[in-house]
């Protein structure tokens, strides 16, 4: 398995705080991601990174900011936290392999409940 | 661009019968195509991967998948469900060219009846 952790792995948060989700891989890996995954939805972009201090947005990114200050954390953070943000959220991280493919590896995933 | 559809969102089978899960893509350039496998309350595990080398895939599990250009399609099969097997199955869609954006289809949800 990839070394890909997160933390927290369950979360009850009130509406209004600010939370900050973890990613940690052990692979320098240069690319990260971050995921919700919502019934009905599938999985859903909200941030990637493309290297140290290089972020950029998906499709949900509002509500949501992000930091890479080294290679093998990226943070997701919810500033001020709303029920709508309820949600399972995976990292995954992918490289160029020898095939030239970028498969990504995933996190075991963050519950996060917005009350 | 980049597209990935699941035909299916539930595909329901009897332990031991064949599986095929259906998966329609459109990419712009030559793509990279992936099948991952999610178990309840975990990760997404990557099942296999076409990226233009034998149209035929074999992954782990037993799964296999199959690259139809003419088709732009990309199923995955298996002989012999497995009651293991029941998982959620989401296709994926990378295309070439340095794209390191994949895209991802709503998943289908296998169900294995005893």
């Known amino acids: 398995d990839a070394g890909i952790t997160q933390s927290p792995r369950h979360k009850v948060t009130e509406t209004g705080t600010p939370v900050t989700l973890r990613c940690h891989q052990t692979?320098?890996?240069?690319?990260m991601y971050w995921y919700r995954q919502d019934p009905g939805h599938g999985l859903r972009l909200i941030h990637y990174?493309?290297?140290?201090?290089?972020?950029d947005k998906g499709e949900v990114s509002d509500g949501y900011s992000v930091s890479r200050s080294k290679t093998e954390d990226f943070l997701l953070t919810l500033e001020s936290a709303t029920s709508s943000q309820t949600s399972v959220y995976f990292c995954?991280?992918?490289?160029?392999?020898?095939?030239?493919?970028?498969?990504?590896?995933f996190g075991p995933g963050t519950r996060l409940t917005v009350t | 661009a980049q597209s990935v559809t699941q035909l299916d969102s539930h595909v329901s089978v009897s332990e031991g019968t064949p599986v095929l899960l259906r998966c329609n893509y459109s990419?712009?350039?030559?793509?990279?195509l992936f099948w991952y496998v999610q178990h309840p309350n975990k990760g997404l595990q990557l099942l296999l991967k076409y990226t233009s080398a034998a149209t035929l895939v074999k992954g782990i599990n037993g799964f296999e998948a199959e690259f139809k250009k003419s088709e732009t399609s990309f199923h995955l099969t298996k002989p012999s469900a497995h009651m293991s097997d029941a998982a959620e199955y989401f296709c994926?869609?990378?295309?070439?060219?340095?794209?390191?954006?994949?895209?991802f289809g709503r998943g289908t949800s296998l169900i294995v009846h005893p």
């Open positions: 994926v869609v990378l295309g070439s060219g340095g794209s390191y954006i994949p895209t």
């Open positions: 990419s712009s350039y030559s793509p990279s």
């Open positions: 995954a991280i992918s490289d160029a392999t020898l095939a030239g493919s970028y498969e990504q590896y």
């Open positions: 990174s493309y290297g140290v201090k290089d972020t």
């Open positions: 692979e320098n890996h240069r690319y």
